[in-house]
């Protein structure tokens, strides 16, 4: 027998069912798998790429410049704070200084404060931008009368028209933008090759 089923032949029998119901569920079903495949797996999930998860970047700003604010000259150290940003940083080009200030009782400098009599300090909250409220109300100037507070005095005055440092809008902006991606050996950057560093050190903006 075994010899018989050696040498014996097998092949598929294909019936065809004449069927317009089944076939069009035939159809349908593989019509619903390619378009799954193609939708799916390679238009939305990009199936046939493959994704580096484990990429590295980093986004560094320098500021150069000098520049002459109220009588004084300030570099980076004074005008760009925070010192030190992974990706942003701010110029501070106007400036509202109040010298020689030290903790006491001195009249509130803010509008809203204004007073003719000491139960006009009682009825407002003990609270202010600048300190405590003491209750009294205190000369401020000539004309004027305030309620005083107990803080650091004088208190700031922000109404006043400060000078804008002009030099600013000359500063150098140096962004070092860089990314990794270690699972393909790629990486770009912005900034010239690491050789040509003497010269990038030098790099100053002109207006021309």
């Known amino acids: 027998r075994w010899v018989s089923d050696f040498f014996s032949y097998e092949t598929t029998k294909s019936v065809v069912v004449k069927s317009w119901v089944v076939g069009v569920v035939n159809r349908g079903v593989q019509l619903l798998i390619l378009a799954y495949f193609v939708g799916w797996v390679f238009l939305h999930e990009k199936a046939y790429q493959v994704r580096d998860t484990a990429i590295e970047s980093s ?18 150290a004074d005008y760009v704070t925070p010192p030190q940003g992974t990706s942003v940083f701010v110029v501070v080009t106007k400036q509202i200084r109040t010298e020689d200030q030290a903790q006491g009782v001195c009249p509130e400098s803010e509008a809203a404060f204004h007073c003719s009599a000491d139960r006009d300090c009682r009825e407002l909250s003990p609270g202010t931008s600048n300190g405590m409220l003491t209750g009294r109300c205190v000369p401020y100037n000539a004309t004027l009368r305030t309620c005083e507070i107990q803080g650091w005095c004088p208190p700031e005055v922000d109404t006043v028209d400060v000078p804008v440092m002009l030099e600013a809008e ?36 002109h207006p021309q």
Request: net charge positive.
């Open 59 to 76: 986004v560094v700003t320098k500021v150069k410049g000098v520049g002459r604010y109220a009588g004084q000259v300030m570099d980076t």
């Open 170 to 205: 000359n500063f150098t902006l140096l962004i070092k933008n860089s990314i990794r991606f270690p699972l393909f050996g790629f990486e770009k950057t912005n900034l010239p090759p690491p050789g040509s560093g003497v010269e990038l050190g030098r790099c100053r903006f």
